[in-house]
């Protein structure tokens, strides 16, 4: 028996599925979770002392990867001053004043504690904004695990085969309307049906939790559009996609400017931290300025402040970091495509910039229903073998792989070889 799997069979006695977020039991790919000791660059250990070329980072935010120095410095020289306050700091103000200026939509921003903090917090912003009730979310999208927005979502959800959650009232989801993904016309009907009631239209402008998903030509535009024609709220959520396609996130690769926007643990540089932010008349609704109510303790802690602002300031000086991620990135995803092509295996891949899927289908994945036509079986016999190989990819089908700046030729080419052997 692996330490890993001692150490499992101890954590199910203690913690619901032995693990903290359900994607981690390894359940969809029938294995038992690898248990992580720790991370450098682009690499992580387990308990038994296997290294692995890592394409989760944390689901996203370690685009620097993992333990940069210069990160790693400010949380240390930050630690040594208190772990926490519950009270306003310097940091906090250097923060939003880095996201408003590198993020032109954002003109006021407030600091959680995570991506669902995050979503519930624009969406009840949004709402007390506009005066109305209802929102439009998309199938197979996940915008975090807050009652109201588990209705078709994605990522874990989908990996388990329930697209709801048990323990959500009905009454908490009746102004939650669900349109189909990349489809102008699902969102369109549900707005000449209601358009008058709706508060904000929630949108992963890359779908990025039923696998990735790239938007269409005009999709993201004609959110924008409807939105203005009806006075609702646009939110884009970029707890995946903030500050990595771009430096200003999808709204700035795609050129779309949102209402609001979330973000997750990049901008924290992985530590438990999220935010949202947009135009000043809308956020101006938050207390103690409005009277749409949002308080935390650790809202702004000094060290998650001191991680992000480092991780946030680096990107900014260094745009090359971005040309060099998307061109490492595009041959990657290009080379996993040719083989696939060579071979005739039947296997799509997507991806936009530095993330991406293989999809176990024939079909093009466009949308929610396409996706559900993979294969998670030959997924799972594909996972288990790349772990294996020591390559840590997604213990699912329906998430995505992520490179980082840490990745060098040698591990990419690496992890091309065990990949041409295990599809």
Same mark, same amino acid.
């Given at each position: 028996?692996?330490?890993?799997?001692?150490?499992?069979?101890?954590?199910?006695?203690?913690?619901?599925? /032995?693990?903290?977020?359900?994607?981690?039991?390894?359940?969809?790919?029938?294995?038992?979770?690898?248990?992580?000791?720790?991370?450098?660059?682009?690499?992580?250990?387990?308990?038994?002392?296997?290294?692995?070329?890592?394409?989760?980072?944390?689901?996203?935010?370690?685009?620097?990867?993992?333990?940069?120095?210069?990160?790693?410095?400010?949380?240390?020289?930050?630690?040594?001053?208190?772990?926490?306050?519950?009270?306003?700091?310097?940091?906090?103000?250097?923060?939003?004043?880095?996201?408003?200026?590198?993020?032109?939509?954002?003109?006021?921003?407030? =600091?959680?504690?995570?991506?669902?903090?995050?979503? =519930?917090?624009?969406?009840?912003?949004?709402?007390?904004?506009?005066?109305?009730?209802?929102?439009?979310?998309?199938?197979?999208?996940?915008?975090?695990?807050?009652?109201?927005?588990?209705?078709?979502?994605?990522?874990?959800?989908?990996?388990?085969?329930?697209?709801?959650?048990?323990?959500?009232?009905?009454?908490?989801?009746?102004?939650?309307?669900?349109?189909?993904?990349?489809?102008?016309?699902?969102?369109?009907?549900?707005?000449?049906?209601?358009?008058?009631?709706?508060?904000?239209?929630?949108?992963?402008?890359?779908?990025?939790?039923?696998?990735?998903?790239?938007?269409?030509?005009?999709?993201?535009?004609?959110?924008?559009?409807?939105?203005?024609?009806?006075?609702?709220?646009?939110?884009?959520?970029?707890?995946?996609?903030?500050?990595?396609?771009?430096?200003?996130?999808?709204?700035?690769?795609?050129?779309?400017?949102?209402?609001?926007?979330?973000?997750?643990?990049?901008?924290?540089? /992985?530590?438990?931290?999220?935010?949202?932010? /947009?135009?000043?008349?809308?956020?101006?609704?938050?207390?103690?300025?409005?009277?749409?109510?949002?308080?935390?303790?650790?809202?702004?802690?000094?060290?998650?402040?001191?991680?992000?602002?480092?991780?946030?300031?680096?990107?900014?000086?260094?745009?090359?970091?971005?040309?060099?991620?998307?061109?490492?990135?595009?041959?990657?995803?290009?080379?996993?495509?040719?083989?696939?092509?060579?071979?005739?295996?039947?296997?799509?891949?997507?991806?936009?910039?530095?993330? /991406?899927?293989?999809?176990?289908?024939?079909?093009?994945?466009?949308?929610?229903?396409?996706?559900?036509?993979?294969?998670?079986?030959?997924?799972?016999?594909?996972?288990?073998?790349?772990?294996?190989?020591?390559?840590?990819?997604?213990?699912?089908?329906?998430?995505?792989?992520?490179?980082?700046?840490?990745?060098?030729?040698?591990?990419?080419?690496?992890?091309?070889?065990?990949?041409?052997?295990?599809?």
């Amino acid at each position: 028996m692996t330490q890993s799997e001692a150490l499992f069979n101890e954590a199910v006695k203690y913690i619901p599925g /032995g693990v903290n977020s359900p994607v981690r039991a390894f359940g969809s790919i029938g294995s038992t979770p690898r248990f992580i000791t720790k991370a450098d660059k682009a690499y992580m250990w387990d308990e038994d002392g296997n290294r692995y070329i890592d394409y989760i980072g944390s689901w996203g935010p370690m685009i620097l990867g993992h333990n940069h120095p210069a990160v790693l410095e400010a949380v240390l020289d930050a630690c040594r001053l208190g772990l926490s306050f519950g009270a306003a700091t310097r940091p906090e103000v250097t923060m939003a004043k880095l996201i408003c200026d590198i993020v032109p939509s954002i003109d006021m921003v407030r =600091m959680v504690n995570s991506g669902t903090e995050a979503v =519930m917090s624009a969406i009840r912003t949004a709402r007390g904004y506009t005066g109305r009730d209802k929102i439009v979310k998309f199938t197979g999208c996940y915008h975090g695990h807050s009652d109201g927005l588990l209705v078709k979502a994605g990522s874990g959800v989908m990996t388990a085969g329930v697209p709801d959650s048990s323990g959500v009232p009905a009454s908490v989801t009746k102004d939650t309307l669900t349109a189909e993904y990349n489809n102008v016309d699902s969102v369109r009907a549900l707005f000449e049906q209601c358009g008058e009631e709706i508060a904000a239209i929630i949108v992963e402008p890359v779908g990025a939790n039923m696998g990735v998903v790239p938007p269409k030509e005009g999709f993201l535009q004609s959110l924008r559009d409807i939105c203005d024609s009806y006075g609702s709220v646009l939110i884009f959520d970029e707890v995946i996609t903030g500050f990595r396609l771009s430096l200003s996130g999808a709204q700035g690769y795609y050129g779309i400017t949102p209402d609001l926007t979330t973000f997750g643990k990049i901008i924290g540089a /992985g530590m438990p931290v999220g935010a949202y932010g /947009g135009r000043r008349d809308i956020m101006e609704q938050v207390a103690p300025v409005g009277n749409v109510y949002q308080a935390g303790t650790l809202s702004g802690n000094p060290v998650a402040m001191a991680a992000g602002i480092t991780q946030l300031t680096l990107l900014k000086d260094h745009p090359e970091y971005y040309t060099e991620l998307n061109e490492k990135s595009d041959r990657f995803f290009g080379q996993i495509k040719e083989f696939l092509h060579q071979k005739r295996l039947p296997w799509q891949v997507n991806h936009v910039g530095s993330i /991406g899927s293989i999809f176990f289908t024939q079909s093009p994945v466009t949308d929610y229903a396409s996706a559900k036509t993979s294969d998670v079986s030959a997924y799972a016999a594909y996972c288990n073998k790349m772990l294996a190989h020591g390559i840590y990819i997604a213990p699912a089908q329906f998430e995505a792989m992520f490179l980082s700046l840490a990745h060098t030729e040698e591990d990419i080419d690496a992890t091309l070889i065990a990949m041409e052997e295990c599809l």
